[in-house]
């Protein structure tokens, strides 16, 4: 088998599929890309055995040879490839031996027979789950897997986010039981199903969908992707390119308990400058506690406080429209930003419910996304205003 290849185009499709190989496995195939040829075209596929990729070569500009293929090894070629001093390169294959070529360097390298390289599972036979598209499923998994562990915690759901269709919508939700994300919007689905993935993965997906968004398609022309599933897997499957993800087997906590459709307090706020504000407060808290104290009068302000021992004191008015009863509650720093991050809006609301209730963020205008943090624990020093007049950090315009 012998391939020509474009560097910048065939490299996009050679890292997606490195990414889901095992360069720490005893298996020596699995620390592999396998290369193979069908209809002539040529696919690269990796797995970790709880991952999986398939995806089409693009860039491959010239190819001789019908062979199984062979599998190339992720940690040489992936760095032939990247450092290549020319943007035309040729790889040729015979036997468990290969020759890399580009410009004026020659490479030879060792590679493993296809038949070693572990057989993937194909989704042929599994049951279809829903049918999005790329841009839609990409803002789920943005916004649904905030709240998720990329860790391996336990109890295992903590790392893992709850994919459900109900009467044909689709909610993405992950907790860490300290926040909560719910991400949702309608779908084209046969049943109500569910099932938990875990979050790594995931990301992986998010980078694969990004690829299609930018392929210069509308999302009226773009394909959608087809999700299938059966009892330990989930095939996500976008035109060539498929990737299937082993289920997380656990029970997704009842969250729709705990969220309180009742609150006592609203704001609604400029995004990029309540964003802004935590942004200069972290400054002083990120080495401590990483609180900010939250405090809001109605028909007023909103004033953020941050403070720490070794550091200092900073103060923050953010122009906001508030309604309800007044309250002040610390909470993660960290935690809001992450939420206010992922929310394409100008505007965000909030709904608080006391010092110790829950703190819910949407978009101003819909509720297609929810993210629920609690709030934290504070004691005098937190509340404290001394030196906050002396903070040296300006207001939020």
């Known amino acids: 088998m012998k391939i020509e290849i474009n560097k910048p185009e065939f490299l996009k499709s050679w890292q997606m599929a490195e990414r889901a190989g095992s360069l720490k496995s005893a298996v020596s195939s699995l620390g592999g890309v396998l290369v193979s040829v069908a209809d002539d075209k040529v696919y690269l596929s990796a797995t970790d055995l709880r991952?999986?990729?398939?995806?089409?070569a693009k860039g491959v500009t010239s190819l001789s040879g019908i062979e199984n293929g062979a599998v190339f090894p992720i940690k040489i070629l992936g760095e032939l490839f990247k450092k290549a001093s020319s943007d035309v390169i040729s790889v040729s294959i015979e036997g468990e031996k290969g020759v890399f070529s580009s410009a004026r360097n020659?490479?030879?390298?060792?590679?493993?027979?296809?038949?070693d390289f572990p057989k993937l599972p194909q989704s042929d036979a599994a049951s279809r789950f829903c049918e999005i598209q790329a841009a839609e499923l990409s803002r789920l998994l943005t916004e649904g897997s905030i709240a998720g562990s990329a860790k391996d915690d336990?109890?295992?759901y903590l790392g893992a986010c709850l994919f459900n269709i109900n009467s044909g919508t689709l909610r993405v939700v992950s907790?860490?039981?300290r926040r909560l994300s719910i991400s949702r919007c309608p779908v084209t689905a046969d049943a109500d199903a569910e099932f938990l993935l875990p979050v790594?993965?995931?990301?992986?997906?998010?980078r694969l969908l990004s690829d299609v968004k930018d392929a210069g398609k509308t999302q009226e022309e773009a394909e959608p992707v087809r999700v299938f599933y059966d009892d330990s897997l989930v095939w996500f499957r976008v035109g060539d390119t498929e990737l299937s993800v082993r289920r997380v087997e656990a029970s997704f906590p009842n969250y729709e308990k705990i969220l309180n459709p009742n609150s006592a307090s609203s704001v609604v706020v400029r995004r990029d400058s309540f964003i802004s504000a935590l942004e200069r407060i972290d400054i002083i808290v990120r080495a401590h506690t990483r609180i900010v104290v939250m405090k809001l009068s109605p028909g007023g302000k909103m004033v953020l406080s941050g403070?720490?021992?070794?550091?200092?004191?900073?103060?923050?008015?953010i122009d906001a429209i508030i309604d309800g009863d007044p309250v002040q509650a610390g909470f993660n720093v960290g935690f809001i930003?992450?939420?206010?991050k992922s929310i394409g809006s100008e505007d965000v609301r909030l709904s608080l419910n006391g010092e110790a209730g829950q703190m819910n963020i949407r978009r101003a205008d819909t509720d297609d996304f929810l993210y629920m943090l609690m709030p934290v624990r504070l004691n005098d020093a937190d509340t404290s205003d001394d030196d906050a007049e002396t903070s040296d950090v300006a207001p939020a315009s």
């Open 51 to 56: 991952t999986s990729v398939k995806c089409e």
């Open 106 to 115: 020659k490479t030879r390298f060792v590679t493993w027979r296809a038949e």
């Open 154 to 156: 336990f109890p295992k």
């Open 175 to 177: 907790t860490d039981a």
């Open 200 to 206: 790594t993965p995931l990301h992986e997906l998010s």
């Open 307 to 317: 403070r720490a021992p070794d550091t200092g004191t900073a103060s923050e008015e």
């Open 337 to 340: 930003q992450d939420g206010l």
